[in-house]
């Protein structure tokens, strides 16, 4: 007994010792940070604000460059443009992998969560997909889908009473209510289309069976508590993932349903064969162009497994970040109005018989400079970029250890006084051709940057410029109290507490939940 009690005793001042020392590692690193509990590091503070929130209080009491602990998991959060400078760019090779994500599928990851080798050439077989002569194939199918855009705008106008264009719809799906905008509906149909060449209806058709999973992924899985459990205690994940093919037998996951439609799509491009004249993703995905490989690299087509993880995480990364910026900038634009205005006459001036095309859609500076104003008031996808170091090195006097994540912290470098005059004010001058020279390169990231960075960029941009020049032809925003209000579109009230409504809660668990495939 009394063998027992030492060894009992011996084994928990072991453990106690471990976690003392594995939650003083940024201590040992003479770096800064919140205090860690001993058990579950930061998590009850991300848990209680969010981790947004809880990031923007740390970095305005530790600076740019912090630690702090992701449950299990130490996190050197990065607002320093130089140093971001050699993680992202310069020493890329040294940070291929993002950061360790909890819940990550362990074969068949899809781009974003893929490292190594298998990244390099996923990258490679979808960036052809990306280029300017298949995105402006793509246009006219973007540009029928704004046209159903236009007449939901036109038969909701027609009432004559102010509407809200993001809070467009508030229902109840499967137990919990769901926010909707239109411009969801909008974005899921153009990536349903361009990328799968998915007949999805999520504009006609409010109860669209996509648009309904699609939702549910981003709303009731994303408060799942599962994750957080993940977060504490890594090696919970084997206990979830044994549990996966219990939930798929009962059929309760959306993850599922997406999956089976997306491997049905597969089955009939197989069919097809590669001759079918489709420009999109699964098609690249089946029948990898062979202009893009090297003799060293040669492309094979994915299975279909890692397909339906490719079309997955495009849904998801096509969907939710661009409808997002669409509706910052209509808030903006209903905010300011001599923006607004400006806007509408560059516009006017630009396209001057009313038909947007892919060229005179790009030739629009004032516009690429309040979108790039939005893009660093709200950047909607802060969060996401994040790397992971292969080998110890030291930059700026900062020690980064082999293995350990790294948070690029987009928000505090958007909204840093000493890179931007008045962070917090609405000011697309800044991207004007002479100031932008002035901007701190590296101070800037809605997209990331480097060889990881978004590879859907001119894509999204296309979406939003075309979507917003072709409203503004015909309608203004205005807000409701508006005296002069035309009664168009108008939107509520989208502020910080919706931007962490949108791009918070959702990222991890979202993405998380691609292991159910
Ligand atoms: C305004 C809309 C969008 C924003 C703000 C956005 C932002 C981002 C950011 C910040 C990253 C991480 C970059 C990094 O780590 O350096 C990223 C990655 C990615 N984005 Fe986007 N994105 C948008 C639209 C899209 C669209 C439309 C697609 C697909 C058609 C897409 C597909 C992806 C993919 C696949 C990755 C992972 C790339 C990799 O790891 O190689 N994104 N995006």
New binding site residues.
Partial sequence: MVTFVLLLAAITALAFWYLRWHFSTFKRLGLQGPEPSIIAGNLPEIMKKGQLQAMIDWSKQYGRVFGYYEGWTPVIAVADPKILRQI?VKDFDNFRS?KPFPLAPRKAL???L?NGHQ?KQS?SI?TPA?STGKIKKMFPVIDSMVDNLEENIKVKSAKAKPFDIYRYDRFRLKGLFVLDSIYQGLTLDV?GR??FGLQTNAQTDPKDEFLTNIRFLFSGLSKTCILYLVMLIPIFQYFVFALKNLVIIFGMNPVVWLRNQLREIIRIRKEMGSSHNAIDLVQLMLFPSTKYSTGAEKQRSMTDREIVAQSL??LL??YE??S??LSFLTDLLSRNKEVQDRLCAEIDGVIRDGHVDYDNVQQLPYFDMVINEV?RLY????L????QAAESRIYNGVHIPAGMAIQ?N?WALHHDGHFWQNPEAFIPERFSPTYKEKIVPYSF?????????????R???L??KLTIARILKNYRFTRPHDSDSKHFSICDNLDYGLYRERCLVNVYPVLSITFMI
């Fill in positions: 992202l993002r899809g781009l974003f893929e990244w990258r979808l990306f990536i361009c990328a995480t495009f990364a096509g970040t661009t997002a910026v893009c950047p909607t996808a802060s996401i970029v994040t790397r690029a987009v990231l809605p997209f990331g940057v480097g060889p990881r960075s978004c590879i859907g960029e894509f999204a941009m979406e939003i």
